[in-house]
């Protein structure tokens, strides 16, 4: 059988781009394998729920405020005003997610890829093992979708696609504690910019309605994940939380430069690279990726010309290039030692930074209505990079 297109992984990427497909009438398998639930703090903006048609059901909790952490234990809380941040669990969102794909139409089968390989004709055959130790089996597929994460094979095959800076991602999913009990609050996010739980990102607590999320990511493979993780459950009085889950996983934090073989195969979501810097948010915009690589490949099988695969890197870099490119820098210089995210954390009490941070974040774009604020914020930054402005203790 030879099918309009093969998507290989089915997480928030894949799913939706195999629902997009789906929809728009094309014969479609997601590929995925089984058990595979990534470690994510599952938060989600308001904006993905209107742009995907995700039910508020799908959301676990409404964070209303994240509190930042510095090295000396100081915090902020940054309230989210009329918004919230929605969070989801993966295995629940993900299913839900494929299963919508189904529905749609996309045939969904569980098995592992193991290649790419190409019939007498030219046409891509995806090889995969149904299940560990079966006979491998072979599909083709006029068209191959990539959302097989942050290490892709099928990156690097179609592609020749070097490995992209990562951070490791490593969290526990624990039984939330009461409210209020050892400072916990299911309505607010914890963030942690502190170098003994993360020599160069962060370390967070994030609830999910009965559940809640403990991780720590580092780009430092001598790093020990597990352990900080530990240290941070001591100090906040976690220790003593049942353990439901643990996971652990590479997350990408820079777009790759190419996305398609320029013959009929592309990537998207992790295996693409776009995960935001800093934040390490990832959810929407591999979501956004992915309809953008749906609708680039149903034109390709529209005119059958590769170029058109182009056009879905270039449009989501338009739109989200800016921002990933801010997020960098600030992650480059932020959160290179304590002192100087001490001095970050004390940026993140400013009224003008914490508006234009929740209207950027629920918007996904850039604010430009105030120049005013982002004259103040740039002189203000600009007295914390030099050293000049004091910071509280």
């Not at 910019?193 to 720590?216: C, E, K, M, N, R």
């Amino acid at each position: 059988m030879t099918f309009d297109a093969v998507v290989i992984g089915g997480g928030p990427a894949g799913a939706t781009a195999a629902a997009d497909l789906a929809e728009a009438g094309r014969s479609v398998l997601l590929l995925d394998r089984a058990g595979r639930i990534k470690p994510c703090g599952g938060a989600v903006p308001p904006r993905l729920l209107a742009d995907f048609a995700v039910p508020e059901a799908m959301l676990v909790a409404r964070a209303r405020s994240a509190r930042m952490i510095a090295p000396s234990s100081r915090t902020v809380d940054m309230p989210v005003g009329d918004g919230f941040v929605g969070m989801v669990d993966r295995d629940t969102f993900d299913e839900w997610l494929r299963d919508r794909a189904a529905k749609l139409g996309a045939e969904r089968r569980i098995g592992t890829f193991e290649a790419l390989e190409r019939d007498t004709d030219g046409t891509a055959i995806v090889r995969y093992h149904a299940e560990r130790g079966g006979a491998p089996q072979r599909v083709r597929a006029r068209a191959v979708i990539g959302a097989d994460g942050a290490r892709s094979a099928v990156a690097r095959q179609a592609l020749g696609a070097q490995r992209v800076p990562c951070v490791y991602a490593y969290h526990e999913v624990i039984r939330a504690p009461a409210e209020g009990a050892a400072g916990y609050e299911a309505g607010r996010c914890d963030v942690f910019y502190q170098g003994d739980l993360s020599p160069d990102f962060y370390a967070w607590i994030f609830p999910h309605g009965d559940t809640a999320s403990v991780g720590v990511g580092s780009a430092d493979k001598g790093f020990g994940l597990r352990d900080a993780v530990q240290r941070m459950r001591s100090r906040n009085g976690l220790e003593h939380c049942e353990t439901l889950r643990r996971e652990g996983a590479p997350i990408p934090l820079k777009p790759l430069r190419r996305w398609d073989n320029r013959r009929d195969t592309i990537v998207v979501g992790d295996a693409a690279g776009v995960v935001a810097p800093a934040s390490g948010e990832g959810i929407y915009y591999a979501m956004t990726s992915a309809r953008f690589v749906a609708q680039a490949v149903d034109q390709f099988l529209v005119t059958g010309d590769a170029r058109v695969l182009r056009t879905a890197r270039k449009r989501f870099m338009r739109e989200h290039g800016r921002t990933f490119w801010i997020l960098g820098i600030m992650q480059y210089f932020w959160y290179k030692n304590d002192k100087r995210r001490e001095r970050f954390v004390k940026i993140c009490a400013d009224p003008d930074v914490q508006e234009l941070t929740w209207q950027a974040y629920m918007n996904k774009r850039l604010v430009r209505a105030k120049p005013g604020a982002h004259l103040r914020i740039f002189l203000k930054d600009t007295a914390h990079l030099l050293g000049l402005a004091p910071v509280a203790r």
